[in-house]
């Protein structure tokens, strides 16, 4: 997410209902292209951002029955937050995964009342309301949407049918119908999706500190090289961290 837009170029805003159509032709896409998990995810996760009024939105994915682990996120102090209730195995994220409903606090005090393990994670990050939207295809939850938000309040009855639709398409891009009946594959494919991640964010580091662009313009800039060349982005940034490992070694 860029923390500081510039609105005055670029596109023309499109309205929500635009963007809404396009997010679930674009989640929709991946059922019949070469799926890549990350790129997938991280745009679930962009898109709600404005499709939702919120400061930040992330993914956490169920690896196996015992563990958890966040897979894209918008922004650090999402990411950190939701770290804190995989370690501290309490939050709304984590009771949409048990569950396999949506979860939403509405102020501080809810979140605080109902979590009070992770609720100074909420306030240090300045979220004051958030909800979880299960990853969810029949009795099958891999997942969950997170949203969280600067502001108090609820979604509204529309946020919530637009925020499961979305969810639930990527749901099926994730598993597909072959998989979804295979739980071996399907713990691979989100195993794939969990290691990428821990190299993009790596890749995203390196790329930060050499162009000093923040780590959100360096995941754009892998993901738009991933496209041009028609490479899954874990695989770009697998490369970007080699070449940074080769560069490092010194000469013997």
Request: net charge negative; glycine share 6%.
């Amino acid at each position: 997410m860029n923390d500081n837009p510039d609105s005055s170029s670029g596109p023309e805003p499109v309205s929500r209902d635009e963007l809404l159509a396009d997010t679930l032709v674009t989640l929709a896409d991946s059922l019949v292209a070469d799926l890549d998990v990350a790129d997938l995810l991280q745009t679930l996760a962009d898109r709600s951002v404005a499709l939702f009024d919120a400061a930040a939105a992330g993914i956490m994915l169920r690896v196996n029955s015992e563990t958890l682990q966040v897979a894209a996120s918008t922004h650090e102090r999402s990411h950190q937050v939701e770290l804190d209730e995989i370690r501290a195995n309490e939050g709304p994220c984590v009771d949409a995964l048990r569950g396999g409903q949506v979860i939403s606090a509405s102020s501080p005090a809810e979140i605080r009342t109902r979590w009070p393990a992770v609720a100074g994670s909420f306030d240090k990050a300045g979220y004051r309301s958030t909800h979880a939207i299960p990853l969810r295809l029949r009795e099958h939850t891999i997942g969950t949407l997170n949203l969280f938000r600067t502001a108090e309040g609820g979604l509204t009855a529309a946020d919530v049918v637009a925020a499961k639709a979305l969810a639930d398409v990527a749901t099926i891009g994730i598993l597909h119908e072959r998989i979804v009946s295979d739980s071996i594959a399907a713990q691979e494919q989100l195993q794939h999706a969990l290691t990428s991640r821990v190299v993009i964010e790596q890749a995203k580091g390196a790329l930060s500190q050499q162009r000093y662009i923040t780590m959100n313009e360096a995941f754009q800039l892998l993901r738009q090289h991933a496209r041009a060349t028609h490479t899954k982005i874990g695989d770009v940034a697998q490369a970007v961290v080699g070449l940074l490992q080769v560069r490092l070694t010194p000469d013997r």
